[in-house]
């Protein structure tokens, strides 16, 4: 079993839309979340951040974490074209050397 | 802004050739990353280092070798060329905030491996 599953799309939903991207876990040790954003023939860049169960709003964007069921989430509303990219969630342990495990992605496309 | 160079955006090598994939970034950080990204699999992680001429393996070493001469650039070396390393290669860099949850990788714009 693959320590972080994340369904790799793709989704294509039109402009305005809500988008609502989901990775599972199964180590409760990770304990910082992250949402990376990679466009076409680009390297991955942070989205987003948090390290607590709860949600966080940054603009159009909401991370949405849930220790209990090791699930979390990335909410994009009124989607854009410009949202179309691939949508990395990103975990990491407390403590130690900064390793991150990466989800596989899920390739986003918003249709005008 | 942070900014992290690759010395090459595609590259084309033939089977049991030697290959040196260069990294460069600007913002003095520590810590220096090589993943490797397939579909299906997503990142991977490589090597990494946490210092000038420190190195620990990742998650997939094998066939990888590395080097780290200066802060600045990280080295990873292919010494003989597989089919199988045929993949998007990626760079990136963060600073020594272990304890921080805001330590961002910043990533490279990758490099495109063929080997043939």
């Known amino acids: 079993q693959k320590e972080v599953e994340q369904d790799p799309g793709p989704l294509s939903v039109p402009e305005g839309a809500i988008v609502s991207l989901n990775c599972t876990y199964s180590n409760s040790a990770f304990q910082y979340f992250m949402w990376y954003r990679q466009y076409s023939r680009k390297g991955p860049e942070l989205l987003m951040y948090t390290y607590s169960s709860g949600n966080k709003e940054d603009g159009r964007f909401t991370a949405q974490v849930d220790k209990s069921s090791k699930y979390i989430s990335l909410f994009i509303r009124d989607s854009q074209p410009s949202d179309s990219a691939t949508y990395l969630c990103a975990l990491r342990r407390s403590g130690g050397y900064q390793k991150v495990t990466f989800g596989t992605g899920t390739k986003l496309q918003v249709i005008p | 802004d942070v900014k992290v160079t690759q010395s090459s955006r595609y590259l084309v090598k033939r089977t049991g050739e030697k290959v040196f994939l260069e990294c460069v970034q600007d913002?003095?950080?520590?810590?220096m990353f090589w993943y490797r990204q397939d579909p299906g699999l997503g990142l991977r992680l490589i090597y990494f280092s946490y210092d000038v001429k420190m190195k620990e393996k990742g998650d997939i070493p094998e066939g990888y070798s590395v080097s780290r001469e200066k802060k600045e650039r990280f080295s990873l070396i292919l010494e003989s060329a597989s089919t199988n390393q045929t993949s998007m290669y990626l760079c990136?860099?963060?600073?020594?905030?272990?304890?921080?949850?805001?330590?961002?990788?910043?990533f490279g714009p990758g490099t495109r491996l063929t080997v043939l």
């Open positions: 913002m003095d950080h520590e810590n």
């Open positions: 990136a860099s963060s600073s020594r905030e272990k304890l921080s949850p805001t330590d961002t990788q910043y």
